[in-house]
């Protein structure tokens, strides 16, 4: 079965703790995304990859962090800096930008911090 | 900076007519564009694309019309079943550097029975 795993499906949290979301795909695709997806708004950009080893911020990185030490693999970290963490977050591949190539989404985490 | 804006965030039809969903787009530069289908709670399913030396594509009950003049995207879906009740929403590329694709908020469709 071909696709993108994100783990685990919801997460609780207290404020002030770090947390890290689990984004996998054995598409073989190059480029990896992390959204945040709030209520009644469109898919926000975190961060993404092209490659193994960058990454480049989108356009809400602050509190956040990421890295990208293998090709299926793409962890996004919610720091304590992130002001306002609750949000269904959303992992994405593409075989390239995705300005030319569909994105393929995971199933998304829904993160609740108290 | 691009921005992608949708007509209606609500969009109620009886099963069996045909659904519109529109999305406007701000980029004249934008040459990718794609249609999503989001049900609660789970990720955004891929549904059809156009690039833009098209201006309609055809898949199965649904089709993209492309209108670059007025930068207007729209989704159509024949025979609209339940299950076809979710959110939709368009994405476009940015049309620069970066590549990325800008997503518009969504029309959530609902299909009365």
């Known amino acids: 079965d071909g696709g993108i795993t994100q783990s685990p499906k919801y997460l609780f949290r207290k404020e002030g703790q770090n947390v890290t979301l689990s984004c996998e795909q054995n598409l073989n695709h190059d480029a990896m995304y992390w959204y945040r997806q709030d209520p009644g708004q469109g898919l926000r950009l975190i961060y993404y990859?092209?490659?193994?080893?960058?990454?480049q911020k989108g356009d809400i990185a602050e509190g956040y962090s990421v890295s990208r030490e293998k090709k299926e693999s793409f962890p996004l970290t919610v720091t304590s800096a992130q002001k306002n963490p609750t949000a269904f977050y959303l992992c994405a591949s593409s075989r390239g930008l995705a300005g030319a190539y569909e994105q393929y989404f995971g199933p998304g985490t829904r993160l609740t911090v108290t | 900076g691009e921005s992608v804006g949708l007509h209606l965030p609500t969009l109620s039809v009886q099963e069996g007519d045909n659904s519109i969903i529109n999305c406007a787009y701000s980029?004249?530069?934008?040459?990718?564009f794609i249609w999503y289908k989001q049900e609660s709670g789970k990720g955004p399913q891929f549904i059809i694309d156009i690039r833009s030396n098209m201006d309609k594509r055809q898949g199965q009950r649904v089709t993209v019309l492309l209108n670059k003049t007025v930068k207007h995207l729209s989704l159509q879906i024949a025979a609209t079943q339940p299950g076809d009740s979710a959110v939709y929403f368009c994405a476009v590329s940015g049309g620069g550097s970066q590549g990325n694709l800008i997503f518009g908020k969504g029309t959530k469709l609902s299909v009365k029975p």
């Open positions: 980029n004249s530069a934008s040459d990718y």
């Open positions: 990859s092209q490659i193994v080893n960058d990454f």
